[in-house]
């Protein structure tokens, strides 16, 4: 992985990303994507192989913004190999996970869909002139299981879930295109398990019987699964530790 995007770079998943891909590759150079670059980790923002460029999923600007950007970091004819959404939403000031159906909100829907799916979707549109380049390109969805469709046993947790389930969905509407027009392409979606993070924080108490991974653990079993795939996984749900979910 020499030239990467990720989106979400200033969360507890992609900071342990970035900081990985930098340190198993000494020739990779990072493009990190989040809302204000200034609150990123200061390992990051010290970087001279990591450039951190604003970007917010519930701004429609963004993606040309960062369109343009990018174009001075990494001229598109040089292209990227990896590009890794993990941006996501699951609790904020206005949004929580709902227990039942009264709780239901559009707004919070609204808001879990921006970041979830749609973010991803358009900024794999932005980022396409990047990806025409003849080498393997890996696009990554940091997805969740909870988005499963028919692992949901559960219910609950609406917006999230089916944000999840639209990110699914438009991984493998990608996964049917992108191969006629950049290919070879690996687009796939990834549950990258249980992890500490300000996303899982609130649910520490009912998390204590699963294994919780550091957020470098994590980073760790996701680049394996990641270097460890080709075209062949465009299309699939992996979980961290490269086996098949359902979708
Ligand atoms: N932690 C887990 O146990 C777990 C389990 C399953 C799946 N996941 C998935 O893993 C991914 C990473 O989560 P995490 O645990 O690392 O959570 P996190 O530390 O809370 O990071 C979330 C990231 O999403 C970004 N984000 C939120 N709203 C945004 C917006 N409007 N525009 C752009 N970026 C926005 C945050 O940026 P700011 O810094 O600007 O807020 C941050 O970079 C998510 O997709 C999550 O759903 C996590």
New binding site residues.
Partial sequence: MKRVVI??????????LVQAILDQDPESRVVG????PA??PATLRDSDRVTLLP?????ND?PAAVTDALATVIPANEGIDTLV??????H?DAVFPEKRLEELSADAMM?AF???AT?FGLLVRALLPWLRHRQLKRIA??????GSITDNRLGGWYA?RSS?AA?NMLVRTLAVELPRRCKPVACLAL??????????EP?RQS?AQLK??S?EQ?ADHLLAVLRDVGSEANGRFLSWDGSELPW
Avoid at 7 to 16: E, R
Avoid at 33 to 36: F, V
Avoid at 55 to 59: L, V
Avoid at 141 to 146: D, G, L, Q, T
């Fill in positions: 989106a979400g770079a200033s969360g507890a998943i992609g900071a342990a994507l989040c809302r204000d609150r990123a970007w917010d999923a519930m701004d963004s959404y993990a941006a996501g939403l699951l904020s808001q921006a970041v979830n973010g969805a940091v997805s969740a299981k909870v999230y999840k990110l549950h990258p398990g249980t992890t500490e993070s300000a996303l899982s649910f998390l919780v991974h957020p994590t």
